[in-house]
């Protein structure tokens, strides 16, 4: 590392001088930070390892009230990092800090793909193992990842699904190897960058199936069903359903169907439960209340893939909105509301 000391961001400066410190004295002085601060300092410490001797003393002489040690370089690394932290935190805590460090670092892996179209992607993984596309897909966004799992073959698509949901948490060792060698195929297509996030889990399933189309759901679930039935079953417990709407906050119900044209909304109401029908009348303007009913009373016989669609569009409608951050999910167990 031969840059200037400028170039080093604020949290560098501070790792690189805990670097130079014996661990009894750098404990006490991270022991003065909280979880997160650490954190950050914890994941420079194991990106720098070893910094160039003037490097260290420039930095050093930065902070007057600290004995500067610049006669040798500067050890960092996950060792260091995870004994420092132990020392400062206690077993536990390091334990907790260290892996969403490894995890963080790992995700970033992947950075570089954030500007692939979906035909890009497609041709990058093309002949990879499964479980290799799951761990690229489940490292991209939601949104980004969900057109290259529709667009993938029915078996492989099945395959990377569960792949996705059973990966657990991948090494960041892993998970680099795998990121290097798609960098150097993906070299002309994109630009390496450098930034990350936790992967996997029947979440991530879930949030590619919900973006998709019906036949793709619809496809995935069946593979699934008979690839591992338990699977496929904690899959759809957690999947975003249009009856999910009577879960909802009232202002949040309104957001929603506000974008909803009436015709679309007409059919996805089509066999639904007395309580939902009266959630979704509750939370319309009385004119669009009144055009509603005239579509539903105009509508004859309607067959149930178009229903599943016109509630996929709903469906898809409310995950935009949450990913742009206008209504908020809950997570986890919740409770339905009595109309």
Not at 165 to 178: K, Y
Not at 220 to 247: C, I
Request: charged share 30%; glycine share 6%; no cysteine.
């Amino acid at each position: 590392m031969n840059e200037p000391v400028l170039t080093l961001s604020g949290t560098q400066k501070v790792a690189v001088v805990l670097m130079n410190m014996d661990q009894a004295r750098a404990a006490a002085v991270m022991k003065q930070f909280n979880e997160t601060e650490a954190e950050e300092i914890a994941a420079e410490i194991i990106r720098l390892r070893r910094v160039d001797t003037i490097v260290s003393e420039r930095t050093i002489l930065e902070f007057h009230e600290l004995a500067t040690k610049g006669g040798r370089k500067s050890h960092g690394g996950r060792e260091f990092a995870a004994g420092l932290l132990e020392a400062s935190f206690g077993a536990e805590k390091a334990a907790g800090v260290m892996n969403r460090v490894a995890s963080s670092m790992a995700g970033k892996a992947f950075e570089f793909l954030d500007t692939a179209e979906t035909g890009q992607l497609l041709t990058l993984l093309d002949g990879e193992l499964p479980q290799t596309v799951a761990l690229v897909l489940a490292h991209l966004r939601p949104d980004h990842a969900s057109p290259v799992f529709a667009a993938l073959d029915d078996g492989l698509r099945t395959d990377v699904a569960k792949a996705i949901a059973t990966m657990g948490t991948a090494t960041p060792e892993a998970v680099r190897v795998v990121a290097d060698t798609l960098k150097v195929r993906a070299s002309a297509v994109v630009t390496a960058r450098d930034t990350v996030e936790i992967v996997g889990g029947v979440q991530a399933v879930v949030d590619l199936i919900n973006r998709a189309d019906v036949s793709t759901e619809r496809s995935v679930l069946d593979g699934l069903d008979g690839l591992d039935p338990t699977l496929a079953e904690e899959v759809r417990s957690r999947m975003l359903t249009f009856a999910d709407l009577v879960k909802f906050d009232r202002k949040d119900v309104q957001q929603v169907l506000r974008g909803i044209d009436s015709s679309i909304l007409a059919v996805a109401m089509k066999g639904s439960d007395e309580a939902l029908i009266e959630v979704i009348r509750a939370n319309i303007s009385e004119r669009n209340r009144e055009i509603l009913e005239d579509e539903i009373a105009s509508l004859g016989p309607v067959k149930m893939t178009q229903v599943e669609e016109a509630r996929a569009e709903v469906v898809r409608a409310i995950r935009n909105l949450e990913a742009e951050g206008i209504i908020t999910l809950q997570r986890g167990e919740e409770e339905e509301y009595v109309a």
